[in-house]
């Protein structure tokens, strides 16, 4: 799935195919700073990060804590991810 997938569920009505949307889009981000941040650690980025590394490791963290918020959210409302 790419974020142009996702953008018909963001237009529903329902709130919990909204909710499916916003937890695909932060899935999508985060596998996408995942492989960049594992690229890095290897040495095979083609550019140099603007930001240093513990910002990265700030907002890879608290993506990850997003997304277990919302798989919980999920299991409780009942709304297949």
């Given at each position: 799935m790419?974020?142009?997938?996702?953008?018909?569920?963001?237009?529903?009505?329902?709130y919990?195919?909204?909710?499916?949307?916003?937890?695909?889009?932060?899935?999508?981000?985060?596998?996408?700073?995942k492989?960049?941040?594992?690229?890095?650690?290897?040495?095979?980025?083609?550019?140099?990060?603007?930001?240093?590394?513990?910002?990265?490791?700030?907002?890879i963290?608290?993506?990850?804590?997003?997304?277990?918020?919302?798989?919980?959210r999920?299991?409780?409302?009942g709304?297949?991810?």
């Amino acid at each position: 799935m790419e974020l142009k997938d996702t953008i018909e569920l963001m237009q529903s009505e329902d709130y919990k195919e909204r909710f499916k949307a916003e937890y695909h889009q932060l899935r999508i981000r985060f596998e996408k700073l995942k492989a960049m941040l594992e690229k890095w650690d290897a040495g095979e980025l083609s550019f140099t990060p603007t930001c240093n590394r513990g910002i990265y490791n700030f907002q890879i963290r608290a993506m990850a804590d997003y997304i277990a918020t919302l798989e919980t959210r999920a299991v409780i409302e009942g709304i297949e991810l």
